[in-house]
């Protein structure tokens, strides 16, 4: 990390534990979207959104090991807000695919936070290769016309624009698939909530009946779209292992924490083997993962051929370190980690949702072998 | 994590890799995979002298040491080119390597004059082998409670009790060694640390066989051995500071990351050229997975790695880096020669001398010694404990 990026960790850090306490998280996730005008107005402030947006549209211009640290603090702060969904996957898009037209009318609305964007790529199949894409447009009076719907789609009722993957040629293949800007208010549209056990990030259906848009909605060109969801894909591996490294170690702290006040048999639970062992053993898995994600998310720059190899080792790994921590750390609160009211369970089914997104462990352990070349 | 190396420093890499092409020993004089101490014939320990002995007139050998002392001062990034050089162009490892790492480096911090002068030039040369005598018959994780007794008499120290699990003590001429000279005192005040030359009167070595069938440790006996005083390093009874301010020295000895990198291209190239249910064992789905996560972990230690090189050079202290390290890289070779072991199916049995034999049975007993390493220098959960309580701050148990 260099000086700058400390400071933008620590920054982050300090604004969040202000702004974004537990308790805040709470009370935030309890609204109908999980959206707080207020928070997210501060969040422009810090000037979160434009991370990603080159500083001739208003953005900071920085890179992907700074979006990397960021999402390390939110991800340990689980605080709702669309940075993910809008900061960076949707940003990251119209970054890569976008015509002069369409950034300069979208990059500086995304960077003041006038427009929060997301990406629709997800379909029934809940598939990430070309095949998954079967939304088909007709083609129109007017441009092109779409009837079918999208899953998973992040942050949608709070959206303003979306990306829409859709496929306008024939076959299956990667050939065939094509990036739409959709507006939220074309006529046409209903998003209806998907309700998951993450309530502080929600996942909406998107669909669309007999929905219009012109022949400039094409973001990347026709047939072109496939590329850039691919490198979306290396981007949100990145992003989600970042936030799942933040999460983790909030997560084992809050254990630790726990077991260092909690008594049983006259002493506290963390002087017991079986206690500390288990802390341990996380904080082992931790430590390591953490180069393997700031090592992937310099890559997106510094190291482009191995890029889509080291996102997927990253996303693998914070995937699983997650996940069994978050476990190991209920396992240590005992009982009171069960209940609604102990604050733990929210950083367990995020953990639960981020392993899911965007691929498994599994899907991205084969692509760990397929990119090693075995 | 700022790691691009000087122009000097690739420098220095081509002229290491160029010597090594030209100077590194035929294979059939050693081992492979000879990471034990077992060296079973004479003709190896001397070609093992021989070969540290040539690297280090070429300047290649604890070149991290102060120039007073017969280094060369040289920057950890330097280091570790030379360790990440000698280990992927499979350089024999270093007989003298417990002198190189643990000993060599105490006596600098804590040795006299004299005892620097006697014993670091020969470190260096190979011309003395140590070995450790730390682990006794009832004091493995606890350690402190050793027994051993060392009574000072006039000028020398008189010696009586028992080491156990001593690597290389057959071949050593020397031991660095703790031993208790106050039974009063709690258990850590107590302890000296001194160096005990082998050939003296009244040591016995008796090689133990390992489960690898191999005998690379030994039980070592003293009856009234006379050490002179003035082979005590620090000061009397101050024995386990001494010890501990090298113990992350042998956790870092014991958790190369690449040696780890090694086993895994070795796993690589195992299951690229292996059938499993008929076809390439690295088309198999499941192996495909292990593998990929077996490197995905090794990757990760590498980076880490790095990251604690970099913390290092930029003055950020090392915290329980070495015991992290120790836990995880122990494990993840072992880990890596069990999915070895899942490609080669009933191969996986067959030993080094066994028709159709893999890779001469290296990895079934590689299997077993990273076991043994998972064991050595404070076991896993000896480390989940240093961790917990050093790193998280989590109170010691009863």
């Keep these: ?374 | 994590m700022d790691l691009t190396h000087s122009e000097e420093d690739e420098a220095f890499r081509r002229a290491l890799k160029a010597w090594l092409r030209k100077h590194m020993p035929k294979r059939s004089t050693y081992v492979d995979g000879g990471d034990d101490f077992s060296y079973d014939d004479p003709r190896r320990v001397a070609a093992a002298r021989a070969w540290q002995r040539t690297l280090y007139k070429a300047g290649y050998v604890a070149i991290g040491w102060p120039k007073e002392f017969g280094g060369q001062g040289a920057s950890i990034v330097r280091q570790t080119i030379l360790n990440e050089e000698l280990i992927l162009n499979r350089a024999p490892s270093l007989i003298g390597a417990m002198g190189l790492q643990m000993v060599g480096p105490t006596l600098i911090r804590h040795g006299t004059p004299e005892q620097q002068k006697e014993h670091l030039p020969k470190i260096l040369t190979a011309d003395e082998i140590w070995c450790q005598g730390y682990s006794e018959p009832g004091s493995g994780s606890d350690l402190a409670s050793l027994k051993t007794r060392a009574v000072i008499d006039g000028d020398v120290f008189v010696v009586n009790g028992q080491k156990v699990w001593t690597s290389a003590a057959h071949l050593a001429d020397w031991m660095f060694c703790l031993v208790r000279t106050d039974v009063d005192a709690p258990k850590h005040k107590g302890i000296s640390y001194v160096l005990i030359d082998m050939k003296t009167p009244g040591i016995e070595v008796r090689p133990l066989k390992q489960m690898t069938g191999e005998s690379g440790f030994n039980e070592v006996f003293f009856n009234d051995v006379r050490v002179p005083r003035t082979n005590l390093v620090g000061k009397l009874n101050e024995g386990w500071q001494v010890a501990n301010s090298t113990l992350h020295f042998e956790r870092n000895m014991l958790a190369s990351t690449t040696r780890t990198q090694q086993l895994m291209n070795d796993l690589v190239a195992l299951a690229q050229r292996r059938t499993r249910n008929g076809a390439k064992a690295t088309r198999d789905p499941v192996i495909r997975q292990r593998m990929a996560d077996v490197l995905i972990r090794t990757e990760a230690m590498k980076y880490h790695a790095l990251k604690q090189l970099s913390d290092e050079i930029h003055g950020r202290p090392p915290g329980i880096g070495a015991s992290i390290n120790k836990l995880v890289t122990t494990e993840l070779n072992h880990d890596i020669c069990a999915v070895a072991l899942e490609v080669l199916g009933n191969y996986g049995q067959l030993r080094r001398n066994a028709p159709h034999v893999e890779d001469k049975g290296a990895w079934p007993k590689d299997h077993m010694f990273t076991l043994g390493l998972i064991i050595g220098g404070g076991t896993s959960q000896i480390q989940k404990n240093i961790i917990s309580e050093r790193g998280l701050g989590l109170p010691k148990g009863a």
Excluded at chain 1, 295 to 320: C, E, V
């Design chain 1, 1 to 374: 990390m260099t000086a700058d990026q400390q400071l933008l960790a620590d920054s982050a850090r300090e604004f969040l534990a202000a702004e974004s306490s537990p308790t805040t998280v709470r009370r935030i996730s309890e609204d109908e979207h999980a959206f707080s005008p207020e928070l997210f107005r501060k969040i422009v402030e810090q000037g979160w959104t434009g991370l990603l947006v080159p500083e001739q549209y208003g953005g900071l211009g920085l890179e992907m090991l700074d979006a990397a640290v960021l999402l390390t603090e939110l991800g340990r702060s689980l605080t709702p807000a669309p940075i993910l969904s809008s900061a960076v996957l949707a940003t990251s898009l119209l970054c890569s695919a976008g015509s002069a037209a369409q950034r300069k009318q979208w990059l500086p609305k995304l960077a003041s936070g006038e427009v929060i964007a997301t990406v629709a790529w997800l379909e029934e199949g809940d598939r990430l290769d070309p095949g998954g894409i079967l939304l088909k447009p007709r083609r129109a009076r007017g441009g092109l016309r779409l009837s079918g719907s999208k899953l998973f789609v992040m942050d949608a009722e709070i959206a303003h624009l979306f990306v829409v993957a859709v496929r306008t040629g024939t076959g299956a293949g990667e050939a065939g698939v094509s990036l739409l800007l959709v507006p939220r208010d074309t006529p046409g549209i209903t998003v209806t909530a998907l309700p998951s056990i993450d309530v502080t990030r929600r996942v909406y259906e998107v669909k669309f009946d007999d929905v219009t848009v012109p022949p400039t909605a094409l973001l990347g060109g026709e047939g072109k779209g496939w590329k850039h969801l691919a490198r979306l894909l290396d981007v949100a591996c990145v992003a989600i292992a970042a936030e799942s490294q933040g999460g983790a170690e909030r997560a084992l702290h809050m254990a630790v924490e726990y077991a260092k006040v909690r008594e049983q048999f006259g002493r506290v639970i963390g002087s017991f083997q079986a206690v500390k062992h288990i802390a341990a053993e996380c904080f082992s898995e931790i430590e390591p993962s953490r180069s393997l994600v700031w090592y992937a998310a310099w890559a997106q720059h510094g190291s482009p051929r191995d890029a889509s190899r080291a996102a997927s080792m990253a996303k693998a790994r914070l995937s699983d370190v997650y996940s069994r921590t978050t476990d190991r750390s209920v396992q240590i609160h005992g009982g009171i980690g069960f209940t609604w009211e102990h604050d733990i369970h929210f950083w367990f089914k995020r953990a639960r949702c981020n392993e899911a997104a965007f691929g498994d462990p599994a899907f991205h352990r084969e692509r760990v072998a397929q990119l090693s070349g075995w």
